[in-house]
């Protein structure tokens, strides 16, 4: 969808604005219909090779093609991440691996190595290769030089600015991918090895075990210099929200919007899609009349509790942009059960548990959209309509009288406090 506007970051000039890709991550099969269900255009996803998230629930090529037969009914497309830095021992194989994507359907691979760029352009040419932020690309010369060696899309290092994207897309024509909501690295991303000297796991082969996240005492001098009762120190970075800044990333010529998080939980990546879908379609059914709502915020904020800020867009970060206590709250909703089913006339829904419930429990559904209601839970049955009084087992059939029609893939969530 295009539409002519104004845009007054561009000093008078016309621009042609297109509405940029959604794109999600999926660290399963579940997570991707989830994603692409809630309003996802694409989704990324690792397979069981050459890709950097080594415990995520990666897929076999069986999955992909099941996962590209399902984002295929809603015209979405399937990424796979193939974006390790190879040693020679990790290439025998590869040229294989990228045909065996190509048969499943996978639209393109986002890769950093120049030698699995080279490979998938000779051995799987149907295959997009989009290069990956791993490449640290920040400059409108090196997009050009990625340009030039034949990819339609780089995605650009999450230590960007907006500035520098404004630039790169008035310069060179190619699909400009920028990361917009997720965790950030404490170090520049992609250039940390803390993981690989504590633990003897390569963060650039999937292996990152977040140590930066872990608790330090300080020691200076051969003493601790923490206040006693005072908390850990940690080197974690607050994560990346732009849900503020949407029109002015789409005034700049973002193609991609993408959702960082394979190791995310389907509510979060429900919950996070689900925002942004309403933000970006609002925008472009009324840019001049386009506000925020202030629901969207919340719904991100109800999958996840940790601080949030514009990383890199707007300047380097500074000290107050880390976290330094160790205490993390819980998201202030948790997961409870997904409807598989609703039967309209009965006004029963039946849903698959995925953490206990009982009886008088206030819970809310959710769905595509930004449909949403609250109820108190009355009574429960199994499937055999046995009554229950708590729904405790994971994945367990609980029919549940709701107070307004529900659809499969709608979620049950529940408050954590
Ligand atoms: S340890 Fe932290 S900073 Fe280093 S790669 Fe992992 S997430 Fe990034």
Not at 70 to 76: H, P
Not at 205 to 215: F, I, L, T, Y
Not at 225 to 252: R, Y
Not at 353 to 365: A, D, I, K, L
Request: glycine share 8%.
């Amino acid at each position: 969808m295009t539409l002519l506007q104004q845009s007054p970051g561009l000093r008078g000039q016309r621009q042609r604005l297109v509405k940029p890709e959604l794109l999600a991550p999926a660290g399963s099969l579940e997570k991707l219909k989830f994603a692409v269900h809630y309003g996802a255009d694409a989704v990324y996803i690792g397979g069981q090779k050459y890709g950097l998230r080594s415990n995520a629930d990666n897929f076999s090529i069986e999955q992909m093609r099941e996962g590209v037969e399902f984002a295929s009914r809603y015209g979405a497309k399937v990424f796979v991440a193939t974006n390790i830095f190879a040693h020679q021992e990790d290439l025998p194989g590869i040229a294989d691996y990228l045909r065996e994507l190509d048969s499943a359907g996978i639209a393109a691979i986002i890769t950093a190595d120049p030698a699995i760029v080279e490979t998938a352009q000779k051995v799987a040419p149907r295959l997009e290769v989009h290069l990956s932020t791993q490449q640290s690309t920040m400059n409108w010369q090196a997009v050009q030089f990625w340009k030039e060696e034949g990819l339609p899309r780089v995605v650009l290092a999450r230590e960007t600015t907006m500035d520098e994207i404004r630039e790169m897309k008035s310069r060179v024509d190619i699909e400009l991918e920028v990361f917009i909501h997720g965790a950030m690295c404490s170090s520049v991303s992609g250039r940390c090895v803390l993981s690989n000297h504590f633990t003897d796991r390569d963060s650039n082969r999937g292996g990152c075990c977040q140590s930066c996240r872990w608790k330090y005492d300080l020691h200076a001098d051969n003493r601790s210099v923490a206040d006693p009762g005072q908390n850990l120190f940690t080197m974690s970075s607050k994560d990346l929200c732009m849900i503020h800044h949407l029109p002015e990333l789409i005034q700049a010529g973002v193609d991609s919007f993408k959702i960082e998080g394979r190791m995310k939980s389907v509510h979060y990546v429900a919950s996070v899609v689900n925002a942004y879908r309403q933000a970006i379609d609002a925008y472009f059914e009324d840019p001049e009349g386009y506000l925020l709502r202030p629901e969207w915020v919340e719904e991100i904020g109800k999958a996840a509790n940790r601080p949030l800020n514009t990383g890199f867009f707007y300047g380097t970060p500074g000290a107050t942009e880390h976290i330094y206590e160790p205490e993390e709250k819980p998201a202030p909703y948790d997961f409870a059960a997904v409807v598989t089913d609703y039967d309209e006339s009965a006004g029963i829904a039946t849903v698959q548990q995925r953490s206990p419930f009982r009886p008088g429990m206030e819970v809310e559904f959710i769905g595509p959209g930004g449909r949403c209601f609250k109820q108190t839970l009355g009574d429960l049955t199994d499937a055999q309509g046995q009554p229950l009084s708590v729904a405790r087992h994971p994945l367990q059939t609980v029919k549940i009288h709701t107070v307004q029609p529900v659809s499969p893939l709608d979620l049950m969530r529940k408050r954590t406090d």
